[in-house]
């Protein structure tokens, strides 16, 4: 029995890369394919004033809502609409100088090709994405971008697949490509992402997470080990931030520090923090992204970090590695 399901679960990890595989093979030619349609696509929504209408129906629809969601939020307005709606009322929301973006795999798809008729008629610049180019969706569009599928992943070739995630990687190749010639930047995505992880990846400061005042164990030069530590025990952070006379950073006291100067034989708890610190420490300042601390951390395998002001290089606080971890930036 035991056997048996080896087997089954053999066979079962097979079919699922051949799925992957086909979809992949699809992807590699819908990048040989890409020409200067795409370009010119890329460059009619660029020189528009208006927003990207989305239009698509079914899975094309399904694909089509996370286009114009991924459009909106890369800095290009969009919108999806429809089209059966569209057709009975909410064409209304279409400006004039909108571009529209129609998808479909056939092409062929009656309420989409006879939609993209009005905006013809209404003076609307179209670009479709489809696997057809004598289609009726190619024949009503400025520039007709070709899937190039030539096999779904489906074994009757009929589920869209292969197709779908060609069209959404299309659709993403022309959001982040406008997105890149806009320079769109990653505080204008913090803009546009204020809330969930992405939010807080992208909008939370040292300064929203470190330890300050009271929680920030700072020591003098002169102090020394035993002072240290009486200092951190105050703290859950295991680290000390070192200043000079005038209250500058110059050092750093953890409690791999302390582990290492035991290790080496030393018992005295009686000599210099200046002995033992690790000078010139890695720092970061408030203003500092957190998802930047936690790439330090990582890369240097340290827990924490302290923090001083970039003009008075004084220390004003300390990350750590653990609210990195609870607010899932590490």
Same mark, same amino acid.
């Given at each position: 029995m035991k056997n048996k399901r080896d087997n089954s679960k053999h066979l079962l990890i097979r079919c699922g890369k051949e799925v992957i595989n086909r979809e992949m093979a699809a992807l590699a030619s819908l990048s040989k394919g890409?020409?200067?349609?795409?370009?010119?696509?890329?460059?009619?929504?660029?020189?528009? !004033?208006?927003?990207?209408?989305?239009?698509?129906?079914?899975?094309?629809?399904?694909?089509?809502?996370?286009?114009?969601?991924?459009?909106?939020? !890369?800095?290009?307005?969009?919108?999806?609409?429809?089209p059966v709606e569209c057709l009975h009322g909410d064409m209304g929301m279409v400006g004039r100088k909108d571009v529209a973006l129609a998808l479909?795999?056939?092409?062929? !798809?009656?309420? !989409?090709?006879?939609?993209?008729?009005?905006?013809?008629?209404?003076?609307?610049? *179209?670009?479709?994405?489809?696997?057809?180019?004598?289609?009726?969706?190619?024949?009503?569009?400025?520039?007709?971008?070709?899937?190039?599928?030539?096999?779904?992943?489906?074994?009757?070739?009929?589920?869209?697949?292969?197709?779908?995630?060609?069209?959404?990687?299309?659709?993403?190749?022309?959001? *982040?490509?406008?997105?890149?010639?806009?320079?769109f930047d990653k505080a204008e995505l913090a803009r546009l992402h204020p809330g969930g992880s992405l939010g807080k990846l992208l909008n939370t400061k040292v300064k929203d997470l470190m330890h300050k005042g009271k929680e920030n164990p700072v020591i003098k030069n002169s102090c020394l080990i035993k002072d240290a530590l009486y200092v951190m025990t105050k703290t859950r952070l295991g680290a000390?931030?070192?200043?000079?006379?005038?209250?500058?950073?110059?050092g750093f006291f953890t409690d791999g520090d302390l582990r290492r100067y035991l290790q080496k034989g030393e018992t005295s708890l009686n000599k210099k923090i200046t002995s033992v610190m690790t000078r010139n420490p890695i720092t970061v300042h408030p203003d500092t992204m957190a998802a930047e601390a936690a790439r330090i951390m990582s890369r240097m395998k340290i827990d924490n970090i302290p923090v001083i002001d970039p003009e008075t290089k004084k220390p004003v606080g300390i990350i750590d590695e653990r609210d990195l971890l609870n607010e899932g930036l590490l």
């Open positions: 890409l020409n200067r349609n795409f370009a010119n696509a890329v460059k009619m929504i660029l020189d528009s !004033t208006g927003r990207v209408v989305v239009v698509g129906i079914g899975k094309s629809g399904i694909i089509g809502r996370k286009i114009a969601a991924t459009l909106s939020s !890369t800095g290009t307005p969009s919108i999806y609409l429809h479909s795999y056939s092409g062929e !798809t009656h309420e !989409t090709a006879l939609l993209l008729q009005y905006f013809k008629s209404r003076g609307h610049r *179209i670009i479709s994405i489809t696997n057809n180019l004598n289609s009726k969706l190619a024949k009503h569009s400025d520039i007709t971008l070709n899937l190039n599928v030539r096999k779904e992943a489906c074994p009757f070739n009929i589920v869209p697949t292969s197709s779908t995630a060609a069209m959404l990687s299309l659709g993403d190749a022309i959001a *982040i490509t406008l997105m890149k010639i806009k320079n000390a931030s070192v200043t000079d006379g005038r209250g500058r950073l110059i």
